[in-house]
């Protein structure tokens, strides 16, 4: 049963190389996606709280990810996680009130 789920993160992993555009499969929980992002070489940014736009009932997401940028509360429960690897910056979107999924991954700067 858990092949059915870490296949998709399998064939993602061995899509992303140095250079490549980094995918990784919606709907993953944002822990495992978190593990996979560090195995790449990707560090999580370090936002300063003032920065931060967390609710109220999301404060710890908040703090317990230094990455946060934002978190909402109100449905459909997102929060943006920046990531970067060198010059490059990525952004990590979830959704979930309960367990944070992955919605989907862009670009901010310097990704090929």
């Known amino acids: 049963m858990i092949w059915v789920f870490l296949f998709p993160v399998l064939l993602a992993t061995a899509a992303v190389g140095a250079e490549e555009a980094l995918t990784l499969p919606r709907a993953t929980p944002y822990v495992v996606a978190r593990r996979m992002l560090l195995t790449w070489g990707y560090a999580p940014a370090n936002i300063p709280e003032r920065r931060r736009k967390?609710?109220?009932?999301?404060?710890g997401i908040c703090d317990a990810y230094l990455e946060v940028e934002s978190c909402s509360d109100a449905p459909p429960a997102r929060c943006v996680f920046l990531w970067t690897r060198g010059d490059a910056s990525v952004e990590v979107q979830t959704m979930?009130?309960?367990e944070l999924v992955l919605e989907r991954v862009r670009c901010r700067r310097n990704c090929q």
């Open 96 to 98: 979930g009130a309960v």
């Open 54 to 59: 967390c609710a109220q009932g999301r404060a």
